[in-house]
């Protein structure tokens, strides 16, 4: 099986596995944990572990982090080195929602290279600034 699992400050991961269980559906294969404020990176690493209890050492994960060097991510990769997880994972960091929505629709049928090219360039695709033409004043003009 494969996984896709999301990390982060704060409550962002679980809010973001949230709207992606929103627009997509409940789905056993996403996983979240978060080091939130006032936790300890050893009561977030023993959170994680028991997130990532369901994996085997057969599955394969993609590892979604806020930051890049980031503890919530560093301690993800430990936590999965530990596990001997760590040559069946690739982990991106800058997670957005389409990198997460591009990675949930293909967690199960492409190959990890291909999924991981597809992930950042969805994320690159989904910031950009709204050009908003504020210029007329004309009440049937559209925006």
């Known amino acids: 099986m494969r996984y896709l699992l999301m990390v982060s400050h704060g409550t962002f991961a679980p809010g973001l596995h949230s709207v992606l269980k929103m ?7 996403v996983l979240s944990c978060s080091l939130e404020d006032g936790m300890s990176a050893d009561q977030y690493v023993e959170n994680l572990k028991q997130v990532v209890e369901p994996v085997s050492a057969d599955d ?19 936590v999965l080195t530990e596990k001997g997880l ?6 991106v960091g800058g997670m ?23 992930m950042i360039e969805e994320a ?19 925006i």
């Open 60 to 78: 394969e994960i993609v590892l979604l982090g806020d930051i890049i060097g980031g503890s919530p991510l560093t301690n993800a990769l430990n």
């Open 124 to 142: 690159r695709n989904g910031v950009a600034e709204l050009a908003i033409d504020l210029g007329s004043d004309d009440e049937d003009d559209d």
């Open 96 to 118: 957005n929602l389409p990198m997460a929505m591009t990675a949930l629709m293909a967690l199960e049928n492409s190959d990890l290279a291909t999924l991981k090219a597809s």
């Open 23 to 29: 627009l997509m559906g409940e789905r056993a294969d």
């Open 86 to 91: 760590l040559a069946h994972t690739v982990a």
